[in-house]
């Protein structure tokens, strides 16, 4: 497992022949865009951020996409995003989310990566989501992915606001214990197990699992993957599961859930038969 095996649980002769999961980063790994900075523009809308903060986060979301981001600009990002937030009502931001979720992240995903983790179901894997990007955001768009379970950072609430500290940032090492986590309560053999990520940030999650793969990687994950011969994958065509297959309309997040999940089951079929064919 190389660097990564550092967890007992892969090494344990008890999870030998486990279960497995497919962790996937988030942000321009399954969808192009960062998740927190998607709802930035609704949440201008409903008071809950101001005309400064936006341009911030766009300035922040222009150099993540230029360059990926490095330990130091993840810890700033996480500073501003946590005093920004603070005060904010819970409850708000799960109905904005659940309000724009359709209108604003199902065309962000890429058609490569929801067949990925249709291919992954198929083969009786679980999904799990797992990101630095909050719990109330990333919850939903896993769910809409079909995943299994879902990994992501935790704000301190009071009173059903945010108070602005957090009480688990899912990042870095945080991530290898959220699924080193999940594999002791789920089953999950590590050593067998997948993990896809864009970012150097992610390399402890990489090495945790037994087949790890860079996805539109930054250049120095590029620069490891060579190294350790980890595969490298491509995704590029980011389009709306609701325009690739005909679905009912809802308004509704648990109707968009069901009909994200059998989008991605359909892909998952004319993604196995395209397999089969080459």
């Not at 688990?168 to 896809?196: H, M, N, P, Q």
Request: hydrophobic share 40%.
């Amino acid at each position: 497992m190389g660097e990564g095996d550092r967890t007992g649980l892969a090494n344990d002769p008890t999870t030998r022949g486990g279960r497995v999961a497919a962790f996937f980063d988030l942000d321009k790994t399954v969808i192009a865009k960062s998740s927190t900075f998607v709802f930035s523009k609704p949440f201008f809308a409903q008071g809950l951020l101001n005309r400064r903060a936006v341009l911030e986060s766009s300035y922040a979301h222009f150099m993540f996409l230029l360059s990926g981001a490095d330990h130091d600009q993840m810890e700033r990002m996480r500073a501003h995003l946590t005093s920004m937030c603070a005060g904010w009502d819970v409850e708000q931001v799960k109905s904005i989310v659940a309000e724009t979720l359709h209108e604003l992240v199902d065309p962000l995903i890429y058609a490569e990566a929801a067949d990925l983790i249709a291919d992954h179901k198929i083969r009786g894997h679980d999904v799990v989501i797992v990101s630095a990007s909050g719990e109330e955001i990333v919850g939903p768009i896993a769910e809409v992915l079909g995943a299994s379970h879902t990994a992501a950072t935790r704000m301190v609430v009071e009173d059903g606001r945010y108070t602005g500290e957090v009480e688990f940032y899912c990042y870095g090492e945080g991530k290898v214990a959220a699924i080193e986590k999940l594999a002791a309560t789920e089953g999950y053999d590590l050593s067998r197990c997948y993990a896809y990520s864009d970012s150097i940030t992610d390399l402890p999650m990489l090495g945790a699992v037994g087949h790890p793969t860079a996805v539109n990687p930054d250049r120095a994950l590029r620069r490891e993957a060579v190294t350790r011969g980890w595969p490298i994958l491509t995704f590029s065509n980011p389009v709306s599961l609701w325009a690739r297959f005909q679905s009912p309309s809802s308004t509704t997040l648990a109707a968009t859930a069901a009909v994200g999940l059998s989008a991605v089951l359909a892909g998952a079929i004319s993604y196995r038969l395209l397999r089969r064919r080459r």
